[in-house]
Nanobody, 128 residues
C-alpha cells in the first residue's frame, strides 16, 4: 500500500512558477512509475508528466505536449518525494493536480487506469 500526499499548489500570475511536491509512504517508492495528472471540474483527468522507476539504471521522463518545455518532473528516492516544477504558467494550467503511482511498466505511463494509487490533489490557479 502506498499513500501519496501532495502540496505546493496555490495562486500565481501568468508567467510565474510553482513547485508541487508529493510525499509517498512505504519503502518501495523507487520501484513505482510516478506521474502527475490534472483535472478541471467537469472534464476528464489528463496526463501531465511521468517519471520511470528510479530502481533501474536509466530514468525516463515523459510530458504532455501542452507542458513540454515548461514543466519538469523529478523524484528523490532518499526523500520518497516526487516533484513537478512548473514554469511559465498559463491560465489554462489551472486545475487540481494529482500525484499517482503504478507498478506497471513505464510504457503505460500515460494510461490513467493503470495507476493504483492517487493523492488527494492540490489546486493550482493561474490568473491572467
Amino acid at each position: 500500500q502506498v499513500q501519496l500526499v501532495e502540496s505546493g499548489g496555490g495562486l500565481v500570475q501568468a508567467g510565474g512558477s510553482l513547485r508541487l511536491s508529493c510525499v509517498a509512504s512505504g519503502r518501495t517508492f523507487s520501484t513505482y512509475t510516478m506521474a502527475w495528472f490534472r483535472q478541471v471540474q467537469g472534464k476528464e483527468r489528463e496526463f501531465v508528466a511521468a517519471v520511470s522507476r528510479s530502481s533501474s539504471n536509466t530514468v525516463y521522463a515523459d510530458y504532455a505536449d501542452s507542458v513540454k518545455g515548461r514543466f519538469t518532473i523529478s523524484r528523490d528516492s532518499a526523500k520518497n518525494t516526487l516533484y513537478l516544477q512548473m514554469n511559465s504558467l498559463k491560465p489554462e494550467d489551472t486545475a487540481v493536480y494529482y500525484c499517482a503511482a503504478t507498478s506497471t511498466p513505464f510504457v503505460s505511463a500515460r494510461v490513467r487506469p493503470k495507476y493504483d494509487y492517487w493523492g488527494q490533489g492540490t489546486q493550482v490557479t493561474v490568473s491572467s
